[in-house]
Nanobody
Framework: QVQLVESGGGQVQAGGSLRLSCAAS????????MAWFRQAPGKQREFVGG????????KYADSVEGRFTLSKDAAENTVYLQMNDLKYEDTAVYYC????????????WGQGTQVTVSS
């Protein structure tokens, strides 16, 4: 079992930046990959970006490619999502999640952190 705690959300003007953190604890050694998802009011949850637990194999949604960057502090078991040039449409609750193997679903989720971008 892995516990995930997100932080770093807030309110920012369009064009600004935020860095989200996802602190993992528990059986992190057994995890295969992690990802960030987001859900805006009235919309389905969508994939933002993800990578292997090693930090390799980063992938991003087209909507954030070139603006968002994943990184990981292995010593702290913390994953970061640096978000630059934020747009109004980035407003959502952001969640981090992990999965234990390639075929599994993302089964461990954090509580989410709100990001609000004002235009």
């Amino acid at each position: 079992q892995v516990q995930l705690v997100e932080s770093g959300g807030g309110q920012v003007q369009a064009g600004g930046s935020l860095r989200l953190s996802c602190a993992a604890s528990g059986h992190t050694f057994s995890q295969y990959a992690m990802a960030w998802f987001r859900q805006a009011p009235g919309k389905q949850r969508e994939f933002v970006g993800g990578m292997l637990w090693s930090g390799h194999g980063k992938k991003y949604a087209d909507s954030v490619e070139g603006r968002f960057t994943l990184s990981k502090d292995a010593a702290e078991n913390t994953v970061y999502l640096q978000m630059n040039d934020l747009k109004y449409e980035d407003t959502a609750v952001y969640y981090c999640a992990t999965k234990p193997n390639k075929l599994a679903a993302f089964g461990s989720w954090g509580q989410g952190t709100q990001v609000t971008v004002s235009s």
